[in-house]
């Protein structure tokens, strides 16, 4: 559609080639912090800020700056007090990680995650937090997390890369080709 988008702490702001618009997302209270944006097939946009997700499709209309407002804010809809990381993969399932790795579902309008379980030999103190998801050619995803690389098959096997540092604080990020 030509605009590029920008995750800022100021908000989501929008270039359209000539200007840019700061858009507010959430209530008046809402903390403005943008982390990530991610656009699913359907033109779904799911917007994790410093707290929260939300989700809004390309065609809604945003809302006039209010009364003491200096920006618009976009008509997104709040989905979980959940902040990570989201992926659609090439079947067209969305999956989110953070202290877990679930599969997002929408059935009659409402969101919900279905948790894949890790079953990974870590204590029950260590389980992994994802910070970075990405899918390979052959269908399995590589998830950073603090424990090191996870590998998940695509028959849902999971094989664990040990890691001394710890990714999750150094925001790792990796990209597949």
């Not at 999971?158 to 710890?166: R, V």
Request: proline share 6%; charged share 30%; hydrophobic share 35%.
């Amino acid at each position: 559609r030509g605009f590029m988008w920008f995750c800022t702490p100021d908000g989501l702001s929008r270039f359209d080639g000539a200007r840019f618009v700061t858009y507010r997302i959430g209530g008046h209270n809402a903390p403005p912090g943008i982390e990530r944006l991610t656009e699913t097939r359907d033109g779904t946009y799911w917007i994790t800020t410093t707290r929260v997700l939300y989700r809004f499709k390309r065609d809604t209309v945003s809302e006039p700056e209010a009364a003491g407002s200096s920006r618009p804010a976009l008509r997104a809809e709040f989905v979980s007090e959940a902040r990570g990381n989201l992926m659609e993969d090439r079947q067209g399932y969305i999956w989110y990680g953070s202290r877990s790795l679930d599969r997002v579902e929408e059935k009659d309008g409402k969101v919900t995650f279905q948790k894949i379980e890790f079953n990974l030999p870590l204590p029950a103190d260590r389980s992994p937090t994802i910070s970075g998801m990405a899918e390979a050619d052959d269908g399995s995803f590589w998830l950073t997390t603090n424990q090191g690389l996870v590998r998940r098959l695509p028959d849902g096997r999971l094989i664990l890369y040990p890691s001394d540092a710890t990714l999750e604080e150094s925001r790792t990020s990796f990209l597949l080709s």
